[in-house]
């Protein structure tokens, strides 16, 4: 079965610093990894990694795959309030349907 | 095409009560899938279509779950004898698997969530 792992559970900061979010996954027939952002509602979509070593950025935010070691990470620079969500990752399979299965989530919160 | 629109966006009713909830997925999606997020966990995969075909049910999908998508379009979800336990917010996502689109060989995209129906079992 496949199985996601996300550390750590939650994390307080302030304005300006950076954190890190892992991600440790076991999936057959993997296809990608995604993480999302999710506020109050749906869960919006950050990056997907398909492969290893390459960093995607986007503004702020910036994630990396290493598919040996079965693992990635989120960073956030700069942090601001407006970062404070929850961030899940998921992992793809090619198999039949392409469902996600999802971590259970970084509660990250940002203080002024 | 303002994305994956979902219908009522909260939902509450007594246990035992029959609810439906209805998901319009970006129209040149072809895969529609639903998936359940309790508090504190991450959404969980229940089931998918591709066009009006459903083509897999997780092991969560008990008998009083069904689901529909008669014309490969909007989808229900439909929970029978609701019970308290059913109370989570359910999330559908839409995507294009590969195919054509206007003559042209697409392949996959757009893996995009509505947001949500919640539901509370009183």
């Known amino acids: 079965e496949d199985k996601v792992v996300q550390s750590p559970l939650s994390l307080v900061v302030h304005e300006g610093d950076t954190v890190t979010l892992n991600c440790s996954y076991e999936v057959t027939n993997f296809r990608s990894l995604l993480w999302y952002k999710q506020e109050k509602k749906a869960p919006t979509f950050l990056f997907m990694l398909t492969s290893s070593g390459i960093e995607k950025k986007s503004g702020r935010l910036s994630s990396i795959l290493d598919k040996k070691e079965l693992f990635s990470i989120l960073n956030i620079t700069a942090t601001q309030t407006g970062d404070s969500a929850i961030y899940l990752c998921a992992v793809e399979a090619i198999t039949a349907g392409n469902k996600l299965t999802f971590g259970g989530g970084t509660r990250v919160l940002v203080k002024p | 095409d303002t994305g994956v629109s979902q219908n009522p966006r909260h939902k509450i009713t007594k246990r035992g009560q029959n609810v439906t909830f209805r998901c319009d997925p970006i129209s040149e999606h072809n895969r529609l899938y639903w998936y359940r997020q309790t508090l504190g966990q991450g959404p969980e995969f229940l089931t998918y279509?591709?066009?009006?075909?459903?083509?897999?049910k997780s092991r969560l999908l008990s008998d009083r779950f069904s689901a529909e998508r008669p014309k490969g379009s909007f989808s229900t979800l439909e929970i029978q004898r609701t019970e308290q336990g059913d109370s989570a917010m359910y999330l559908c996502a839409s995507s294009f698997f590969q195919g054509l689109i206007n003559n042209r060989l697409k392949l996959n995209y757009g893996y995009t969530f509505g947001s949500g129906t919640r539901l509370t079992v009183v």
């Open positions: 279509f591709q066009n009006e075909a459903q083509l897999e």
